[in-house]
T-cell receptor, first 115, second 114 residues
Framework: AQSVTQLDSQVPVFEEAPVELRCNYS??????LFWYVQYPNQGLQLLLK??????LVKGINGFEAEFNKSQTSFHLRKPSVHISDTAEYFC?????????????FGKGTKLTVNP | ETGVTQTPRHLVMGMTNKKSLKCEQH?????MYWYKQSAKKPLELMFV???????ENNSVPSRFSPECPNSSHLFLHLHTLQPEDSALYLC?????????????FGDGTRLSIL
């Protein structure tokens, strides 16, 4: 079964600085990859997804992620963050084993953007 | 209304109570999901329904009982819960179960067991 590792549980940055949130998954077989964001007292919202094709994926709110098959990574980046980007970010992988497709989530990374 | 709506937003109940969580999606999706979100732990998939048929029961205790009367509505019936069941319960939907379809989440029900 797939597993997802988000290496940083908390990432503090200053406003307008770049940020990278790291995500590694366990299997190199064909996968679908997702990043979700959760603002306080809300559910998860899709930021971007990789299904196939170009390894650089652009999402909403200026975020992008790069799929690296050899390193089994799908790191999320933004060149300049805003205060409003403060939230928890979850990496997820579709587990295609066992006859059904399930999303496996990482533990999340809390991004705090300071003025 | 659009999206995925969950009610109630907050629920406090004793261990002997029976209550139900409700989820409704207005997206025309065929698949619906229940997740449990606890502090310091990844989201845990509980149940998956496709076209009102349960296709996944992820080793969830029987004190949680799902019901999907149609493709737009999903319920989670609760009885004799334990303190460790306190968590945020999230409902989600997607167009289909397969094919990397993104899931759309509700805002959750915050459940506290006394």
């Amino acid at each position: 079964a797939q597993s997802v590792t988000q290496l940083d549980s908390q990432v503090p940055v200053f406003e307008e600085a770049p940020v990278e949130l790291r995500c590694n998954y366990s299997s190199s077989v064909s996968v679908y990859l997702f990043w979700y964001v959760q603002y306080p007292n809300q559910g998860l919202q899709l930021l971007l997804k990789y299904l196939s094709g170009s390894t650089l994926v652009k999402g909403i709110n200026g975020f992008e992620a790069e799929f690296n098959k050899s390193q089994t990574s799908f790191h999320l980046r933004k060149p300049s963050v805003h205060i409003s980007d403060t939230a928890e970010y979850f990496c997820a992988v579709s587990d295609l084993q066992g006859g059904s497709e399930k999303l496996v989530f990482g533990k999340g990374t809390k991004l705090t953007v300071n003025p | 209304e659009t999206g995925v709506t969950q009610t109630p937003r907050h629920l406090v109940m004793g261990m002997t109570n029976k209550k139900s969580l409700k989820c409704e999606q207005h997206l025309g999706h065929n698949a619906m999901y229940w997740y449990k979100q606890s502090a310091k732990k990844p989201l845990e998939l509980m149940f998956v329904y496709s076209l009102e048929e349960r296709v996944e029961n992820n080793s969830v205790p029987s004190r949680f009982s799902p019901e999907c009367p149609n493709s737009s509505h999903l319920f989670l019936h609760l009885h004799t819960l334990q303190p460790e069941d306190s968590a945020l319960y999230l409902c989600a939907s997607s167009q289909e179960v397969q094919g990397g379809q993104p899931q759309h989440f509700g805002d959750g029900t915050r459940l506290s067991i006394l």
